[in-house]
């Protein structure tokens, strides 16, 4: 319904202010619109009825009125916004027309409010008209900030939370807070660089925490990381408002209606199952600094034993993960500025860079893959060769003059004897693990397979079947930190045997596993083999990793071919585009220091092993 300026006022008569804003929700003859009359009285212009305000476009302060013009539309409202079934905009209980199709509230529109886009009030829900629109003016924002937005997890991802007493000395240790919550104490310890990471990641992407965490604690937390609310602000999905037991991704679509916002989403994790596999996802190393097993957040039962502290706390993750995220970031927006405004998919671009990590490399795996997966043909299902495929190597059976690699547990087998003659480097899965931990094509010598680093046991039955880790749990581990690992197990498994294979049969047991005894004796913990932060920059800039040409032009493309025919859709066969990489000597420590410590879970893995000889 149209408002109308009356004609019984005087000519000469000036908008002085609205009084209501626009698409208010108004009652029958409320005022909308004050003016000045020529004689210096104030007038209004009334609502004729009940509805929704749309001001007409000439509206506005200092505008001469004419007897008949348009002065604003009233319509039904559309409760484009509601919470706890109460529209926001006009106040109608809406219970009853969920109930009841015919029923009405105050104005004639339709309840149909289902997107839940605020992080932590999933009681508040809009139109889908409504949250498109939003969507627009973000991402117009997001492009106009030159961000991308980023998914953060917390536990084991950037922080690692107990509520067990532990021996480390707070006062010394700011980095170690502790707060009370559901009636105990609690102690958060921050991944180091974690402030940094935060600081500079902050610049380049908009930040959401997703964490299985309860309301309580993820709040909790994210005023211990983002106290003044710079980086996370109340952009914090936590386990009440997550929609799935099992699934992170779930929520993603009701956050981010439009897919083009989606396309600009990256995730880091250090768990890639709660994102089915995302393409989307950076997955990381989990860290542990109180050693305890289990959920903080499930409920404890009797008295809690301390929890013991890691050796040493020099994890440098993150640092790699600023590298990485940057990375993304610049591919995305020189994609964009060259293609003129195309928003290519993150998913598209970080499974572009992954390929490069280990690309023209042909590698043969002995006795690295599980007997399971290769007795049921399922070897490409297998974690190390699914990471080997994911960045970009070519994985080949047999020994030939082709591979560049061969990865082996033991010394002495039939491969390590073919590859000895080829001469091509004989490397521990370790090699393969810190490549993908780094996203570079780490040095060899540091993973180097000798005789006499090399388990006394054929296959896997003294690695990881033992130890009971996965891949995305081992750190990068120097040739010294496996000679030593390696000499413990065998020590405790009571193996004395040769390591030398003289026959050369070995590839067709590999990943056997055998008994594991029963011992008491106590486990050492090994030496730590030092890496230096300077051997990291060497690593950086190795000429073969950052070169010019390091990609062909149509690359990028053929992925994201793949990726949209895979998820139904269709791609303009005359996209192309090219990403070269740019110099990240910004994002590499600032002082090098020879005596800093590569970190190792190596302590986790004997404990765990301890724990498994004595059941």
């Known amino acids: ?89 006009c106040g109608a209980d809406l219970k009853l027309d969920q109930a009841e199709e015919t029923t009405q509230a105050p104005g004639s529109g339709k309840a149909n409010a289902s997107v839940s886009m605020i992080h932590h009030v999933p009681e508040l829900r809009i139109t889908n008209e409504l949250a498109m629109e939003i969507c627009t003016q973000d991402r117009e924002h997001m492009i106009k900030a030159r961000k991308l937005i980023l998914l953060v997890d917390l536990d084991q991802t950037i922080i690692h939370t107990t509520n067990r007493p532990h021996g480390a000395d707070i006062e010394s240790n700011p980095e170690i807070v502790s707060f009370r919550l559901y009636g105990g104490v609690h102690y958060t310890k921050l991944r180091p660089y974690t402030r940094d990471f935060l600081e500079n990641i902050s610049r380049l992407y908009e930040m959401h925490i997703v964490t299985y965490g309860q309301r309580e604690y993820a709040h909790k937390i994210a005023n211990i990381i983002d106290p003044d609310e710079r980086y996370f602000g109340q952009r914090i999905l936590s386990r009440d408002e997550l929609r799935s037991a099992q699934f992170k991704s779930v929520n993603l679509e009701a956050l981010f209606p439009r897919g083009d916002l989606r396309s600009m989403i990256a995730i880091i994790d250090d768990r890639a199952d709660v994102w089915r596999y995302s393409e989307a996802l950076i997955q990381v190393k989990p860290y542990r600094f109180f050693k305890e097993v289990g959920d903080i957040n499930a409920p404890a039962s009797g008295e809690e034993p301390v929890a013991a502290l890691a050796v040493n706390d020099d994890d440098h993750i993150l640092e790699h993960t600023e590298r990485a995220l940057t990375q993304i970031h610049q591919a995305f927006y020189r994609n964009y500025d060259e293609k003129g405004g195309e928003i290519k998919d993150l998913k598209v671009i970080i499974k572009y860079l992954k390929s490069q990590v280990l690309r023209n490399l042909t590698i043969c795996l002995s006795g690295v893959i599980p007997t399971q997966y290769k007795e049921q043909k399922r070897e490409h299902e297998s974690q190390v060769y699914r990471l080997c495929d994911q960045f970009g190597a070519k994985l080949v059976d047999e020994v030939t003059p082709e591979i560049t690699h061969l990865v082996a547990v033991q010394w002495g087998t039939k491969k390590v004897h073919e590859a000895r003659k080829l001469k091509k480097p004989i490397v521990t899965p370790g090699w393969i693990y810190a490549c993908v931990e780094m996203w570079l094509k780490v040095d060899e010598k540091e993973f180097e397979l000798t005789a006499e680093n090399s388990p006394k046991s054929s296959g896997e039955a003294i690695g990881r079947a033992v130890l009971g880790v996965g891949v995305n749990d081992l750190a990068p581990i120097g040739k010294e930190d496996v000679k030593n690992m390696y000499d413990e197990v065998d020590e405790l498994c009571g193996d004395d045997g040769d390591s030398d294979d003289s026959d050369g049969k070995e590839d067709s047991n590999d990943g056997q596993t055998e008994p594991i005894p029963t011992v008491s004796k106590p486990v050492e913990v090994p030496p730590q083999a030092k890496v230096t932060r300077k051997r990291t920059r060497q690593l950086l800039f190795r000429d073969e990793i950052y070169r010019d040409g390091a990609y062909e032009e149509d690359d990028l493309d053929e992925q994201a071919k793949q990726l949209r025919e895979q998820e139904g859709e269709e791609l303009d066969e005359d996209d192309n585009e090219g990403i070269d990489y740019d110099d990240v000597e910004r994002f590499i420590h600032r002082h090098d220091d020879d005596n800093d410590e590569d970190d190792s879970d190596l302590d986790d893995m004997v404990d765990e092993l301890e724990h498994q000889l004595n059941q």
């Open 1 to 89: 319904m149209d408002v109308h300026f009356s004609a019984d006022e005087p000519p000469g008569c000036t908008v002085k202010v609205r009084k209501v804003t626009e698409g208010s929700y108004v009652l029958s003859q409320k005022p909308i619109i004050e003016f000045n009359r020529p004689d210096g009285s104030l007038g209004q212009v009334l609502a004729t009825s009940e509805g929704v305000v749309q001001f007409s476009a000439a509206i506005h302060k200092g505008k001469e009125l004419t007897h008949g013009d348009v002065v604003a539309k009233l319509t039904p409202c559309a409760h484009h916004i509601v919470i706890k079934e109460l529209c926001a905009t």
